[in-house]
């Protein structure tokens, strides 16, 4: 699965469109309109510059395939970075990243980031918007989650007071360049703040999540949060295809003792002279 990003960055509205994994990017927004049949004076009504929540609403009024149903997504960052999911309408204590889980596709999720590098005691509170589903195997989910990576760039400029923007699409195998990359490297495209980075993926490819990342924090940590965590969404544990050793610990595999090789018959090595055939005289 290859996925990639654009991003705008800037004091004020960023925005981004980023897509992580094997991905490649344009370098303008007139070479990628040109990219695919879309011609540029198409009008899109959603926009990933709306408040979190407006695209995954429109997905749940269209009835868009996936929509109520869960997929994979990872969150990781810089080394050392934590993440804290909500539960009940709280923050649980965060955790090393990456963290993976199971996103509903039309909820807005926010998460709690601390830990950050060279900016200890800082946190930020990212939303994460799940518009669209990948289809992986059952039971290989965890293998093929949604990337969503938090940069050193990305934090600074939150911290810093910018809005930061990122739509997270699934490329276009059509137009996409065969660029490999490491898992924790997410390629990014910038676009002005003016444009809708939105419709910049899709012309690319197949968005599926936004992500904010802003200085927006918490009135009151302690007390209701609902409203601030937008209703709380559900995230489910991955199931993890199970390997041949757990089938057999959990009786649903015999355990079969591998054969041993039987001992030679003859178990010396011969003379020289034997076996002989006979010389014709």
Known sequence: MNTRSLRSSGLGLAALIAIGG???LLSSSTAIAQSRSLPQTTHHLLNASAPPGVVASAQVAGRRKGVGTFTAVSI???KGLKVGLARDGQFLPPIDAPVTTGMLVGAVYRFHVTNIPDRQGEELFPTLEIIDRTYPQPGREHRFPIPIVLTDEDLELALNGAL???VIYLEDSDVA????TKPDVQMTLDVSPNENALRSADVLGKPLAILRIGSRVPSDPNGDLMEFLYGCPPWVPLPVAPNRESLIREGRLPEIVPVERATPIYSENPTENYPRVPQAR
């Open 22 to 24: 094997l991905v490649n």
């Open 76 to 78: 990781t960052g810089p």
């Open 177 to 180: 360049d065969p660029v490999a």
């Open 164 to 166: 930061i923007t990122r």
